[in-house]
C-alpha cells in the first residue's frame, strides 16, 4: 500500500486565492511525522511545514498551514492568498516513527498560480 | 550559512564510468540521506547514515556505494555507470526530533 497518495497531479488557483493540496497517509506507528515540501522549477527542495502525531493544533508557517486530521490520515496543505512565486510542485511526506529510513514522500501536486 | 551543499550540479557520464557524489552539511545533523528522483516517481532512497560511521541500504541501493567520512561528509559512488542511473540525486541532512531533511540543490546526472 502507499504510504503517501497525492491524488492531485496538478491544479490550477488564482492569484490571491487559498488552495488546498490534498495528501493521505497510511501508517500503524503511533509516532510520525508530516512534513511539506515545495519544489520550484529551479529544483530544489524547500522545506515547508511539519505535522508531529502528537500535536494538537494544526501547524502553520506563514502562508502555509497543515490541515491535519488524524481519524482520516489525512495532512493537508492549505495555501492562503496565493502568489505567483507558489507555482511549484509540491511533496507530501511522512516520517514513520524513528527510523531514519522510513520517511516516505508522495508523488507531488503540480500547482500553477495565474495571474 | 549554506545548509547542505552538493557537487557537482551537472555531470555526464559514459556507460561504465566511475564518480562520486559529494555531499557537505554545515547544520551539524546526525542523519544523512542520498535520493533520486525520476520523472513522475517521486523521491526514492539510495542510502541513509544515521551517523557518523554507519550507513545503511534503502529502498534503491543496487549500483551505488557510499562513504560517511566525518559528521559533515557523504558521499555517494556510482563504480560503473549504466543509463538506469540518469537521475536528479539529492542529498539531504536530518535533523534530530522532528525528523525534518534539509536538502542539498540537487545534481543532474545523464549517463549515456
Known amino acids: 500500500a502507499q504510504k503517501i497518495t497525492q491524488t492531485q497531479p496538478g491544479m490550477f488557483v488564482q492569484e490571491k486565492e487559498a488552495v488546498t493540496l490534498d495528501c493521505t497517509y497510511d501508517t500503524s506507528d503511533p509516532s510520525y511525522g508530516l512534513f511539506w515540501y515545495k519544489q520550484p522549477s529551479s529544483g530544489e527542495m524547500i522545506f515547508l511545514i511539519y505535522q508531529g502525531s502528537y500535536d494538537q493544533q494544526n501547524a502553520t508557517e506563514g502562508r502555509y498551514s497543515l490541515n491535519f486530521q488524524k481519524a482520516r490520515k489525512s495532512a493537508n496543505l492549505v495555501i492562503s492568498a496565493s502568489q505567483l512565486g507558489d507555482s511549484a510542485m509540491y511533496f507530501c511526506a511522512m516520517r514513520e516513527g524513528s527510523n531514519f529510513n522510513k520517511f516516505y514522500f508522495g508523488s507531488g501536486t503540480k500547482l500553477n498560480v495565474k495571474p | 550559512n549554506a545548509g547542505v551543499t552538493q557537487t557537482p550540479k551537472f555531470q555526464v557520464l559514459k556507460t561504465g564510468q566511475s564518480m562520486t557524489l559529494q555531499c557537505a552539511q554545515d547544520m551539524n545533523h546526525n542523519s544523512m540521506y542520498w535520493y533520486r528522483q525520476d520523472p513522475g516517481m517521486g523521491l526514492r532512497l539510495i542510502y541513509y547514515?544515521?551517523?557518523?560511521?554507519?550507513?545503511d541500504k534503502g529502498e534503491v541501493p543496487n549500483g551505488y556505494n557510499v562513504s560517511r567520512l566525518n559528521k559533515r561528509e557523504f558521499s555517494l559512488r556510482l563504480e560503473s555507470a549504466a543509463p538506469s542511473q540518469t537521475s536528479v540525486y539529492f542529498c539531504a541532512a536530518g535533523r534530530l526530533g522532528t525528523g525534518e531533511l534539509f536538502f542539498g540543490e540537487g545534481s543532474r546526472l545523464t549517463v549515456l
Open positions: 547514515s544515521a551517523s557518523e560511521g554507519t550507513t
